[in-house]
């Protein structure tokens, strides 16, 4: 965070020196120095949860707790999601996730919990001297501005609606022949990251690849999609949960939006708010819950300005939705066992899934084979407007990215991404 207003008051001094470069994808990866690399390295991988169970009496309501439960299949995963916990590790028979302590107490009443410890501040705590290592909200916004304004004849910016508090939540697009909200008639492709607060890296991918591109503009091979296509990236769609987050020097492990729940409890979990099998699988109506769907589907600014977004924009024909982590390519359905009914369809998942778990070394599924969780956004965005929409879960051991690790899961990213963008003028090439 500190390195982009320090570069940010150097080009007030040095106005005409400083300012061209510094949102490059070059001077981006450049902000991580080699300090912050070591710093982040020497960071310790999650602790294992305890053998011995600690009493459940002890649990702290406002707490959030990192769970170890046995379970072995899809079906008994799709449960766990139902019952708040946010599934993280996946294992042969147990499965590892964060949890309140409510869910804490109902999986342990099923007799499924083998382990659980709360989160403190050692593990959430901030990187030594490696914040500036990923971009809060208001550096997001200035350097998808500046992106915007040093490329002005092909790229621009405009909010697609406002947060539950107020926040715009920005897309920058890029069109040779289209700006803002203009329509365009060019095939779409649509890169979005962070429904969940806590996955700061899936704003970071979006980002760097939108700096990557505005770098690469004039090559051939990035410039025909430039001039052929319609491209839109939206690295944040929950500000609100990621000032949240990491607000008070503290991580909170906050994977949802702000809204107020009827129980005085925060956030619905915008991606299981979406209108397609809305809340019947994989998602809770219980407010407090990680997985909670919503009052009801789309009851948020954040999903609405999604519906809108895609509503506005039928020529958008791929999508990739980034979260962490799992090192995961999932595709439709994930809101339900059944295959897509359209053969050329599943065959298009299919293949582009695994041209791009190749690239990423990643693993590409149908969502539900991993469990069944309905109301994401990729599901509805193919349900409803038929586009190709794939679901990445980014490398990591832990949400709080290192900065070694943004440079390399961000560069084979960046290969997917351009994949994508090629199979955007005709999928099912
Ligand atoms: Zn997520």
């Known amino acids: 965070m500190r390195f982009l207003s320090l570069l940010f008051s150097v080009a007030v001094l040095f106005p005409l020196s400083a300012n061209a470069l510094e949102t490059s994808y070059e001077a981006l990866l450049r902000q991580i120095t080699p300090e912050q690399k070591e710093a982040v390295a020497a ?7 305890v053998a011995v169970l600690p009493d459940l009496k002890t649990l702290d309501a406002s707490a959030r707790y990192w769970v170890t439960v046995r379970a072995s299949d899809s079906r008994s995963r799709t449960a766990l999601l ?43 705590r901030d990187f030594p001297a490696s914040d500036a290592a990923y971009h809060n909200y208001a550096e997001t916004t200035a350097v998808l501005k500046e992106l915007a304004a040093q490329n002005s004849d092909i790229a621009s910016v405009f909010s697609i609606g406002k947060t539950v508090e107020g926040r715009d939540i920005w897309c920058l697009r890029i069109n040779s022949t289209a700006k803002g909200t203009a329509k365009s008639s060019k095939p779409g492709a649509f890169y979005l990251g962070n429904h969940h607060a806590r996955e700061h890296l899936s704003n970071e991918v979006p980002l760097f690849f939108a700096a990557w591109l505005m770098e690469n503009r004039n090559k051939p091979e990035v410039k025909k999609y430039i001039d052929t296509l319609d491209i839109y990236i939206l690295p944040m769609l929950n500000p609100d949960g990621v000032e949240y987050d990491i607000a008070g ?24 708010n979406y209108d397609f099998l809305w809340c019947k699988y994989g998602s809770s109506h219980t407010p407090r819950y990680d997985t909670f769907c919503g009052k009801s589907a789309f009851s948020e600014p954040e999903s609405q300005a999604i519906r809108k977004f895609f509503a506005d924009r039928p020529n958008i024909k791929t999508h990739i939705s980034y979260h962490t982590y799992g090192k995961l390519i999932l595709y439709p359905y994930g809101g339900t066992y059944d295959e897509v009914p359209s053969e050329k369809d599943r065959k298009a998942f299919a293949k582009m899934g695994d041209d791009m778990a190749r690239m990423t070394g990643y693993t590409s599924e149908k969502s539900s084979d991993l469990y069944v969780a309905s109301g994401d956004s990729c599901d509805w965005a193919y349900k409803e407007h038929g586009v190709l929409a794939f679901t990445f879960e980014l490398d990591g051991h832990n949400f709080y990215p290192s900065a070694g690790e ?23 090439n």
Not at 112 to 118: C, D, Q
């Open 43 to 49: 960071l310790p991988a999650p602790a294992k949860a």
């Open 82 to 124: 139902e019952d708040g916990l946010d599934i993280i590790d996946i294992g042969k028979d147990t499965v590892s996730g964060f949890a309140v302590s409510d869910t804490v107490k109902a999986l342990s009443e099923k007799g499924l919990v083998l382990s659980f410890r709360g989160i403190d501040e050692a593990e959430g």
């Open 249 to 272: 020097g503290r991580y909170h492990m906050y994977r949802k939006n702000m809204s107020k729940n009827s129980d005085g409890s925060f956030g619905t979990d915008l991606n299981r």
């Open 406 to 428: 943004i440079d390399a899961v961000v560069s084979k990213n960046i290969k997917a991404a351009m994949y994508l963008l090629g199979k955007t003028a005709n999928p099912y």
